[in-house]
């Protein structure tokens, strides 16, 4: 930990020497192929990354060294990062460490970090520890907290559960449309489709979504976040003023179908802290897999 103190004191106050001192590389994008076999391994829900990865959206991918890299970090836009690989790299940790407290100031927003193998969450626990807290702690009195861990749940799909929800909830008097070009312009919130694809025509060309309109409001959207191979992975927005009326139900289970009907697996993933998120999952027929830290990494 007294290595790690002195880290933070001179990143503090000389980032772009460190900056300059590291072998942390900013990978090009004409390179990003090779992090696709090593990504392989990675065991929990990776789509944000892999859309980074194969240019579904503009990100971010640092690595250890060029040629032959084996410690990655890949960074969503919307502000999502996957850490994965060796974790025995001196030089890398440290630029890891300068990161997750900003010490670089190169970011205006909190990130949310996942890391693997369980290795790596054990050496955040450890070497972090006094920059860390739990979600729920009561933080009142202590000092330096800048990193803050949650749980992110994984699920798998149940077929056959969705169809039974489905059969007793048939929703007919809530209309869905599918969601246009303007509608991806115009509309409103946190997650929204704008903030996981570069623009309307990639979204267009590449994704789906539905919603529920009021007007000419967007009331409710359930759309593909990232779409890999077989795979759909569901984002999920409802203005404020409208929650509580179904109509969240209504557009993941048009988006569902839809998956149905063309052959993909309907993905979902969100913080266990997220309990209307978490719930919905469940109603829908999807089922926890996998529950790991989840680190809010403040600015």
Known sequence: MDNLKLILTFVTQFPRIILIMSNVILLDKSNYYKVFDPIQGVAINHLFADAVLQGHINGQVYVDQPENPSTFYVVHPYGMSLLFGDTTNEEFNSWLFGHALNS???????????????????????????????????????????????????????????????????????????????????????????????????????????????????????????????????????????????????????????????????????KLENTPSFLLARKLGFEPTLYWPFYRLNC
């Open 104 to 270: 670089f100031k190169t970011r205006d927003r909190n990130e949310w970090l996942q890391a693997y193998p369980e290795t790596w969450n054990k050496q955040i626990e450890s070497e972090w520890k006094e920059y860390l807290s739990k979600s729920g702690d009561n933080a009142e009195g202590t000092k330096n907290i800048s990193i803050e861990e949650n749980t992110r749940v994984n699920f798998k799909f149940n077929k056959v559960a969705y169809l039974d929800f489905k059969a007793k909830h048939p929703l007919a008097s809530v209309n869905t449309v599918r969601t246009d070009v303007q509608m991806f312009e115009n509309m409103q919130g946190t997650v929204i489709p704008s903030r996981f694809w570069d623009n309307a025509v990639d979204f267009s060309n590449r994704a789906v979504a539905f919603s529920v309109m009021d007007g000419d409001r967007v009331a409710a959207t359930a759309f593909s976040a990232f779409v890999i191979g077989d795979q759909l992975e569901i984002g999920i927005e409802t203005s404020e003023s409208y929650r509580g009326k179904g109509y969240a139900v209504a557009v993941c289970m048009a988006l569902i179908d839809y998956c149905l009907e063309n052959n993909y697996i309907p993905v979902w993933g969100c």
